[in-house]
């Protein structure tokens, strides 16, 4: 270790992002050379992420960005274990950086994401060289993307949540209207874009709720699947974006709202990552 510079070791930090002392001990069993070192402390790493495999990640954060024409767009999450982790600005310029890689790439699934070129490594062993530096399982959790002739992003307070909404025209006012659906899409949190997207299986237990409900209010047994489908268009009513009040003026929905920008202006899509889902 005597034949090791603090300047190396500086050095080796400033790559690295690992401790003082772990870039110093990587070095020496390097014999010097900063690749090895770099594998060394990666390697690490490696056995850090295997230790801590069944830990909870609930906490990072989301990062939501569109193209500069603005048609297409991605959500990263980027997971860890703690909130002081997720605060930290170095965490969050390194989730922001993996969200550049995906919008310039543009992958099809989390997989391809991964094995994209960070540097001189992947994504994936960069996530594995912070384990090692950080201490704490780190992951990406979620990875989603979307085209359209317009996309506009929305990340909730704290990077807690990342939207994505597709749009069906392209121009500056559909963009800003575009941004308030996202921002309605984070706070209402919408099961699906309309009626017609709604999963059957959520439908069918809807149904069913609405008739036990029914039920216990006394209805007669005739008049239970009539009732139970007028219970399911008010949940349309509420979970279904383009069905939705309007936050901002609950004389309208979605659907008005966005026609009294353009009246060939609809949600076409929707994407929406939060923390702890």
């Known amino acids: 270790m005597s034949n090791i510079s603090a300047s190396d070791v500086k050095k080796l930090r400033e790559?690295?992002?690992?401790?003082?002392?772990?870039?110093k001990a990587a070095l020496a069993e390097a014999e010097g050379d900063f690749d090895k070192a770099i594998e060394v402390l990666r390697k690490k790493g490696q056995k850090l992420s295997a230790k801590r495999v069944d830990r909870e990640a609930n906490e990072g954060v989301v990062i939501a960005k569109?193209?500069?024409d603005r048609k297409r767009g991605?959500?990263?999450k980027l997971s860890c274990e703690t909130d002081?982790?997720?605060r930290n600005e170095d965490f969050i310029k390194l989730a922001e950086s993996f969200a550049s890689i995906a919008l310039?790439?543009?992958?099809?699934?989390?997989?391809?994401?991964?094995?994209?070129?960070?540097?001189?490594?992947?994504?994936g062993e960069k996530i594995i060289e912070q384990i090692g530096v950080i201490g704490e399982?780190?992951?990406?959790?979620?990875?989603?993307?979307?085209e359209a002739p317009m996309v506009a992003p929305y990340i909730h307070m704290g990077y807690r949540a990342g939207v994505l909404v597709g749009l069906s025209v392209s121009s500056d006012a559909a963009y800003t209207a575009g941004r308030d659906v996202a921002m309605q899409v984070a706070a209402m949190r919408p099961v699906a874009l309309d009626?017609?997207?709604?999963?059957?299986?959520?439908?069918?237990?809807?149904?069913?709720?609405?008739?036990?409900?029914?039920?216990?209010?006394?209805?007669?047994?005739?008049?239970?699947?009539?009732?139970?489908?007028?219970?399911?268009?008010?949940?349309?009513k509420e979970n279904t974006l383009l069905n939705q009040q309007f936050v901002k003026d609950?004389?309208?929905?979605?659907?008005?709202?966005?026609?009294?920008?353009?009246?060939?202006?609809?949600a076409t899509a929707f994407k929406h990552v939060e923390l702890g889902s």
Do not use: H, R
């Open 195 to 236: 009626k017609g997207d709604v999963d059957a299986t959520i439908i069918e237990k809807e149904i069913e709720i609405g008739k036990e409900i029914a039920k216990q209010e006394g209805k007669p047994e005739a008049m239970l699947e009539k009732i139970a489908k007028g219970k399911l268009e008010k949940f349309f």
């Open 137 to 146: 399982k780190l992951e990406i959790a979620a990875y989603e993307q979307l």
């Open 15 to 23: 790559i690295t992002g690992a401790g003082m002392m772990d870039c």
């Open 104 to 123: 310039e790439s543009y992958p099809a699934t989390k997989e391809a994401l991964l094995a994209l070129p960070y540097d001189n490594i992947t994504i």
């Open 66 to 68: 569109v193209s500069e």
């Open 84 to 86: 002081f982790v997720a």
């Open 250 to 266: 609950s004389k309208l929905s979605i659907a008005d709202y966005l026609k009294t920008v353009d009246k060939k202006l609809t």
């Open 74 to 76: 991605v959500i990263v």
